[in-house]
């Protein structure tokens, strides 16, 4: 029952973090809604990392991956948000690869733990739940740093071109 309970509250946790870190992509890049939906995510993610880890504890020879495939999300958001926060110089080339690589990490552990038991997705190879989300993301990844990024990583004025 408790284990059900933890279940429950994972997939609650994990779809509050795919939602949030979706509307936060897509939300304008300016104070006000950009970092308010970021910082939620990081606490969903958060979640996501401990009731995942909790829940490997369970079957620690089959699950250990997920825990540090969650452990890695976590890591690379906190990066992330540190990396927006502190603003050092060149800021944005840690902020986007590093938020973008949590989301993906995320998604990877998704896909590889429930990959085989969704529909069409259980025709793939098991190898592609590691490799999908990663092979989506990185174009996603470049276009991102080509649009927000200038070459110091501070936010591109409108007449700023990238080479």
Known sequence: MA?????GCH??????????????????????????RG?????ALGAVFVTGTAIA???????????????????CATT??????????GWLWTHIPAMTGSYTAM?????????PRLPVWNLLPAVTFWFL???????LLVRALRKYAGKTG??????????
């Open 154 to 163: 501070t936010i591109l004025d409108s007449r700023e071109q990238i080479p």
């Open 133 to 139: 989300p990663t092979a989506v993301a990185v174009p």
């Open 80 to 89: 992330g948000y540190l990396a927006h926060r502190i603003q050092w110089r």
């Open 107 to 115: 998604l990877t552990a998704f896909y590889v733990d429930n990959g």
């Open 11 to 36: 997939i609650l946790a994990g779809l509050a973090a795919v939602i949030l870190g979706a509307m936060t992509m897509f939300a304008r890049k300016a104070p006000g809604r950009h970092p308010r």
């Open 3 to 7: 284990l059900q309970i933890l279940i």
């Open 57 to 75: 504890t369970t079957n620690w020879a089959h699950l250990w991956h997920l825990a540090t495939t969650g452990l890695v999300a976590v890591a």
């Open 39 to 43: 910082r939620r995510y990081l606490v």
